[in-house]
């Protein structure tokens, strides 16, 4: 059975700080890319990033690129988002997933990132306070 539990969420003020974890079972985590996706109010959940875990190679929407930092550890089946100088437009639900790209022409890999295994966790809420 594949699990997906995100943690590390909370309140901050803008400019503020936050480490988001994801730990995953019940799939082989070198297989997939995983990736970093939110959900707005009111909006469509949206790709943040995304981390090859076997090879290393990263990629960030615009909106994050140089404030937030994705990594993981393969060893714990865990992948972690930095999140610095944080805006009250980065609030939302954050959740992570094993990923696909889906062939398209669009040029940013966030438009055409999708959960591979339609499992989603329960998320953890970012709140950015202004």
């Known amino acids: 059975e594949v699990q997906v539990v995100e943690s590390g969420g909370g309140l901050v003020q803008a400019g503020g700080s936050l480490r988001l974890s994801c730990t995953v079972s019940?799939?082989?985590?070198?297989?997939?890319?995983m990736g970093w996706f939110r959900q707005a109010p009111g909006k469509e959940r949206e790709g943040v990033s995304y981390?090859?875990?076997?090879?290393?190679?990263?990629g960030y929407a615009d909106s994050v690129k140089g404030r937030f930092t994705i990594s993981s550890d393969n060893a714990k089946n865990t992948v972690y988002l930095q999140m610095n100088s944080l805006k009250p437009e980065d609030t939302g639900v954050y959740y992570c997933?094993?990923?696909?790209?889906?062939?398209?022409?669009?040029?940013?890999?966030?438009?055409?990132?999708?959960?591979?295994?339609?499992?989603w966790g329960q998320g953890t809420l970012v709140t950015v306070s202004s």
């Open positions: 997933a094993p990923v696909i790209f889906l062939q398209s022409s669009a040029t940013s890999p966030m438009a055409v990132m999708r959960n591979a295994l339609n499992v």
């Open positions: 981390i090859m875990t076997n090879e290393g190679n990263t």
């Open positions: 019940g799939f082989t985590f070198d297989d997939y890319t």
